[in-house]
């Protein structure tokens, strides 16, 4: 593929393959974006034709073919992480029949200034809530509203999500190396939110620096599953997290 991202299905299958292989038993998400060749509702197409099939995949509902691609992926056994980034977004996703039978909802926050973003997050539950839309609920930021959301999601009780795929900055405002420092940095948020020490072994850093963007269940340890609180239909060992994948091509690149 080039170095592009791809949902062919040699490409999804060796990348898949690969962080199998690497950390075996890890949930394996994969982005179905819009803008993934070959674009549009024809990368339906591919997706369709998976005989590798991830754990999970993202859908953004603000996408045109949202709702089609939330039924294709559920026809194929696969689960779905349902991204919201508006209200808008959460009234298509409650009006699919489907909705209920997902995996998690993802609120994304893009608006910049976080009492803006703040106010699409308050709408989004409460659309949700008033559907009974009782799936988990992950909440993140991006860039310079990334830690404000990740601090909001602990008050909120929410699961939250940080990587480099939605900011390079510490708290401090430093660079970050990778995302293994990330995720120190939110360890250390977590422990002055609720007073605990979640252990992060070896293992969960290196599940972080594989990860685009890693999901950590704040009433949880950081190294263990996002099992109890997002369920999922298959196993997952002691240690593992969620590994969210852009797939471009060539997993050894």
Not at 84 to 89: K, T, V
Not at 109 to 118: D, L, M, R
Not at 162 to 173: M, Q, R, V, Y
Request: hydrophobic share 45%; net charge negative.
């Amino acid at each position: 593929a080039a170095g592009r991202e791809s949902l062919h299905p040699d490409d999804t299958a060796r990348a898949i393959e690969a962080i199998r292989a690497s950390v075996p038993g890890i949930a394996v998400g994969v982005s179905t974006g819009w803008w993934i060749a070959p674009r549009g509702r024809a990368r339906q197409q591919q997706i369709r034709a998976w005989q590798v099939l991830p754990d999970y995949v993202s859908i953004n509902l603000i996408e045109e073919d949202a709702t089609e691609v939330i039924d294709l992926v559920l026809e194929k056994g696969i689960g779905v992480e349902a991204g919201l980034w508006s209200a808008a977004d959460a009234e298509k996703f409650v009006a699919n029949p489907n909705a209920g039978n997902c995996l998690r909802v993802l609120i994304e926050i893009n608006e910049k200034e976080f009492s803006v973003g703040a106010e699409a997050v308050r709408q989004i539950m409460e659309i949700l809530d008033r559907a009974d839309i009782r799936l988990p609920r992950l909440l993140h930021g991006l860039e310079n509203t990334m830690w404000p959301f990740y601090r909001e999601a602990l008050r909120l009780g929410l699961d939250a999500r940080i990587g480099l795929e939605d900011g390079k900055l510490l708290p401090s405002g430093a660079e970050a190396a990778g995302n293994a420092d990330l995720i120190r940095a939110a360890r250390a948020l977590n422990h002055e939110n609720t007073g605990s020490e979640p252990m992060l072994t070896r293992r969960g850093i290196l599940l972080a620096s594989i990860a685009a963007g890693v999901t950590m269940p704040n009433r949880t340890a950081y190294a263990k599953a996002s099992q109890p609180s997002t369920p999922v239909n298959f196993d997952v060992p002691a240690g593992a997290c969620d590994c969210h994948t852009h797939i471009h091509g060539d997993p050894e690149k």
